[in-house]
């Protein structure tokens, strides 16, 4: 009887252990799924609320407690001048957008400006690139452009720009001074408001999606459906300290590149006008590290001219503006991948090696796909 009853205790207890591993199996894919949701939200925030998303310094990295031990060290931009590329677009060949709104209302065929080989070798090699006039000084389409900014502005689309990162999205006017309206073709809120200068902006922006996908140099794949653009509109006095534009732990870590188009008009003098780009070159994040020389480059936000960096690269700010300033403003991702989840599950305290659960990694799969899905459909809508 002894034995007997030793025999069943051995084999039921196996059987209750695996059905306890089974239950926390389980367990652990509902926190994959809370994650899911839980990141969906945080991109929301990033898609609704601003540029940016680091943590950003209160002040200018050049205003710091070291600011006059060392003398900033100002990097000549290495600006591309050459000959402008351009592809013959026929628009009325593209389908009609979910909204109803068609590319067939633009006229027969658009020039549309593309990277040359220079602009992406040199992107390639130093991580940012500038190019004066990818649109001509003299195109009455930035200047249509720029009348889109005012009378999205007189229709009330805009927003006060806000920082932060994710839940900490908030309004600061000591970090940032400027409005912002999120672009994109499927923008309900943008379908009132129909313009054929920004369908063509759009062109554009994707045309240039596929040069980075297709010559960049990290070699990702860039979700269309995950790309962020805004119009940024800066008033006199307008600024936006330093700040980075993907932090590692968040949804903003899928941004592979980051773009400034200018819209200004050519009466603009950065000298006297203000509102530069200044890329920071030095160790830090959105503060200069004690002990460190300033080391940036300043790029003038003349009309026409397209900026592109390596979004987790390069710390950077809008200087003070003395007049209104004009940019098309945007950001390039890659697709969620099963790593970001794990990524943002360890900066949030998850615990164990997901690589070594094959249960674990099938429950971040899944995940990753709701992410995914989620993302396009907040960035659609």
Known sequence: MKSARGHTGSSSSPILIRGAMLLHRVAEFAIFAVLAIATTTIFSNVVAGRGGV???????????PFADAFAPTYIAPAISRHARHYVSIHTNTRPE?????SLAALAAASDVPRLGPDDLETLKSQGYVV???FLPSDSEWKNSLR???????????????RIGQDSTNTLNEEIRVAETCFLGRNKAELRDVPSADRERLYDVLDALRQDLEDHGAKGNKLDEGLSEFLYAYYPTGGFYRRHRDAIKGSASFLREYSLLLYLNDDSYDAETDGGRLRIHMDSGGDFLPAGEAPLFQDVDACGGTLVLFESDRFPHEVLDTVRERFAVVGWYN??????????????SGGVGDSASDPIRLAGLAVAAGLVTVGLINLLGS
């Open 54 to 64: 680091g943590p950003v310094a209160a002040e200018s990295s050049t205003a710091g």
């Open 131 to 133: 190019v004066e006039d």
């Open 147 to 161: 009348s889109d900014v005012l009378q999205l502005r007189e229709k009330n689309k805009f927003k006060i720009a």
């Open 334 to 347: 890659r697709p969620m991948s099963i790593g970001d989840l794990a990524s943002i599950n360890s900066e």
């Open 97 to 101: 957008s979910p909204g109803g709104s």
